[in-house]
């Protein structure tokens, strides 16, 4: 691990106000995924700022009938909160899902929407990483593929994201808050925040430097039966080959999102329209433009029988 300096921010305004003033500056919370990262040096910020003393550790009730919930709220906490299972059981099946106990205990809100690929090759400093090296090239497209992307790739990448819960931010149209040291707020939509990798897969959202998140909020509850289905390699604590979360409602309207397939969550409205007429309508449109790998090719039934079952059970 390479130096750094460290400081402990004691106001939001403070916190975007360091890292405007220190170029390569990372804000630091929980630290489950940024620690590792800078053990293996693939992450080298000069400095850390702390973040746990700011306010955005509460859930609350929105004036339109959703919830706010803070950044800093951990994934137990959130997982546990009984407005969110009872009103969005989405997300806590989806968080549940995810990681081990330990670090539910301590991964944040949005340290959990930031996390970073589980590429073995960005993992890996001996190859060569697009994700940590622009322009060095991708270790993957010709090695080993089977829990890379199958949807949403490029020359440059063909890595997926690995949270289980911005799958089920994504079904639910979460927003997602920030600040920044000039004072503007943002509120971006979730299905805005992440990006395709294109050319570029360094940039993995839409944040500028030194943009904090402060919160996510979620839509007044829609209802439905909701479930969240993370197919794995073992039962505990691996991240997904494919994952779907779904919202049905009676009528066999509802909402699919897929995870373990791209570099973001993967929703395709258009496709939920032929929900009532069965899995393979959906899956016939989820999965238009796919390039899978002799590898991973076995995702594209996966998802469809997984789909499948995650309908069925939601029907009754």
Known sequence: MKSFTYERA??????????ARIQGAKFIAGGTNLLDLMKLEIETPPHLIDVNGLVFDTIEATPDGGLRIGALVRNTDLAADERVRRDYPLLTRALVAGASAQLRNKATTAGNLLQRTRCPYFYDTDQPCNKREPGSGCSAIGGFTRNHAILGGSDACIATHPSDMAVAMRALDATVETLHANGATRSIPISEFYRLPGDTPDKETVLTAGELISAVTLPK???????????????????????????????????????GVAHKPWRVEAAEVALPRGTKAVTAQLLAGASPTRQNAFKLPLIERTLGAVLSEARG
């Open 10 to 19: 004691a106001s939001p305004a403070e916190a975007v106000a360091a890292a």
């Open 221 to 259: 509850p829609i209802g439905g039966r909701q479930i969240y289905r993370k197919v794995r390699d073992r039962a505990s604590y691996a991240f997904a080959l494919i994952s779907i979360g779904a919202i049905v409602q009676q009528d066999g309207t509802g909402r699919v999102a897929l995870g």
